[in-house]
C-alpha cells in the first residue's frame, strides 16, 4: 500500500513537472522574403512599432535584439543603417489558466480506529501571454524582409534578474536561425 502511494506520487511529480511553463515553452516562428540577400546587410537601426508596456522591458527588449544582431556580425548604426528593426510587444487580454493542487490524506487509525485529517490546497492564476514580433525592414527599398514572433506566459511577479533572463532566452530562440540561408539556384 505504501508503495502504491509512493508510486503515486512520483507519477503525479513528473507528469507536474511536465506541465510547468519554462523558457523552452518559448513558442517561436520566423517568415522571410526567399529573395533576399541576408549577407548583403551589415547594419542596423532600433526602432519601436509598438512598445512593451514597461520602458524597462523594451529596453530589455532592445538590447537583446542588439547583442543578438551583433552576434551574427552585423553593427548597430544610427546613420544609413541596412535594416530597420522595428519591435511590437502585445500582452494578450486572453490568459492562459494554470491550476494546481495539491493534496494529502490521513491515515486510518490504529486497529480500524481513530482516523486522521485530510486537507487539499487548489491555486488558480491566470497568466498573461506576451508576444515580440520583430520585423527587419530594408532601409533603401522600406520592405518588409523578415518577421520573427516570439509569445510566451508572463510572470508579472518576477525579479528584473528573471525577466532579463527571459527575455534573453526569448531573442535568443528567435533570432537561432538567422540569417536565413540563402536559396540554393
Known amino acids: 500500500m505504501r508503495l502504491a502511494r509512493l508510486l503515486v506520487f512520483a507519477v503525479i511529480l513528473v507528469l507536474a513537472a511536465i506541465m510547468v511553463p519554462s523558457a523552452s515553452a518559448v513558442s517561436v516562428s520566423e517568415d522571410y522574403n526567399k529573395g533576399t540577400d541576408f549577407s548583403k546587410y551589415k547594419s542596423f537601426a532600433l526602432k519601436v512599432g509598438t512598445p512593451a508596456p514597461s520602458p524597462l522591458g ?9 547583442a543578438q544582431l551583433e552576434g551574427k556580425g552585423m553593427k548597430a548604426s544610427a546613420d544609413a543603417p541596412d535594416l530597420q528593426v522595428f519591435t511590437h510587444v502585445q500582452i494578450s487580454s486572453e490568459k492562459v489558466v494554470d491550476v494546481n493542487s495539491f493534496g494529502y490524506g490521513g491515515y486510518h487509525g490504529w486497529g480500524g480506529w481513530g482516523g486522521g485529517f485530510a486537507t487539499s490546497t487548489v491555486n488558480v492564476r491566470e497568466i ?3 508576444t515580440l514580433v520583430v ?15 516570439a509569445s510566451d506566459t508572463i510572470n508579472p511577479n518576477a525579479k528584473p534578474e528573471k525577466r532579463e533572463k527571459v527575455i534573453n532566452q526569448a531573442v535568443a530562440k528567435l533570432f537561432k536561425k538567422f540569417p536565413p540561408i540563402p536559396a540554393k539556384k
Open 58 to 66: 523594451q529596453d530589455r527588449i532592445e538590447k537583446a535584439i542588439t
Open 128 to 130: 498573461p501571454v506576451g
Open 135 to 149: 520585423d527587419l525592414v530594408d532601409s533603401s527599398s522600406k520592405e518588409l524582409v523578415w518577421r520573427g514572433v
